[in-house]
């Protein structure tokens, strides 16, 4: 189950991430995006958990936990739509 992760600190790391959700169950996968120019982290990430039940167990948890002195948002991630590319 993949989760959208909000809110975070722009100084948590995907390791301290996945050391969070661990707790909950096993992590598959701990990413935080970030600028492509920059290289600053968006404040968002995508963790993938290896059954529903560990994911929404992992919701159930984090969803409003102070991390970082920001209250976080846990969902269950959308499927990621297909865009155009941007014209300049």
């Known amino acids: 189950m993949k989760l959208y992760v909000g ?11 996945q050391e969070l959700f661990g707790a909950c169950g096993t992590v598959m996968s701990a990413k935080i995006l970030s600028d492509q120019y ?27 936990k102070n991390v970082g002195n920001r209250a976080l948002v846990v969902n269950e991630a959308r499927p990621q739509t297909k865009t155009k590319p941007r014209r300049w």
């Open 38 to 64: 920059s290289g600053q982290s968006k404040g968002f990430g995508f963790v993938e958990m290896s059954s529903r039940s560990e994911g929404h167990k992992a919701m159930e948890e984090l969803n409003g």
């Open 7 to 17: 809110n975070l600190a722009y100084s948590t790391t995907e390791t301290e991430l």
